[in-house]
């Protein structure tokens, strides 16, 4: 059985940095798209970014030039450096992954990580 599992979300004033992680377990045999989300009270779900490799990477326009998003295959792991926070950011954020494992190929969600930006 395939799971999510983030962390290094909490509490941070802005202007500051938080860097998230999320590592994928069970029997895994390849990981695709990896990606953030987040969802802040009252709103839909949205895209923070994706990554396929280091040449395809994708970010809202919101988060660019402040968030990296990375990735280490060997390690089951995708990270979110986030930068320069705003309070704009706070929000639950979920990483998302494309997995194909021994029970077949699917999107799997973590069970979020909440960031609050705030003085």
């Known amino acids: 059985q395939v799971q999510l599992v983030e962390s290094g979300g909490g509490l941070v004033q802005p202007g500051g940095s938080l860097r998230l992680s999320c590592v994928a377990s069970?029997?895994?045999?390849?990981?695709?798209?990896m990606g953030w989300y987040r969802q802040a009270p009252g709103k839909q779900r949205e895209l923070v970014a994706t990554?396929?490799?280091?040449?395809?990477?994708n970010y809202a326009d919101s988060v660019k030039g402040r968030f990296t998003i990375s990735r280490d295959n060997a390690k089951n792991t995708v990270y979110l450096q986030m930068n320069s926070l705003k309070p704009e950011d706070t929000a639950i954020y979920y990483c998302?992954?494309?997995?194909?494992?021994?029970?077949?190929?699917?999107?799997?969600w973590g069970q979020g990580t909440q960031v609050t930006v705030s003085s």
């Open positions: 998302n992954a494309h997995i194909r494992s021994v029970s077949g190929e699917y999107d799997y």
């Open positions: 069970g029997s895994i045999f390849s990981m695709y798209t």
């Open positions: 990554i396929v490799s280091f040449r395809r990477i």
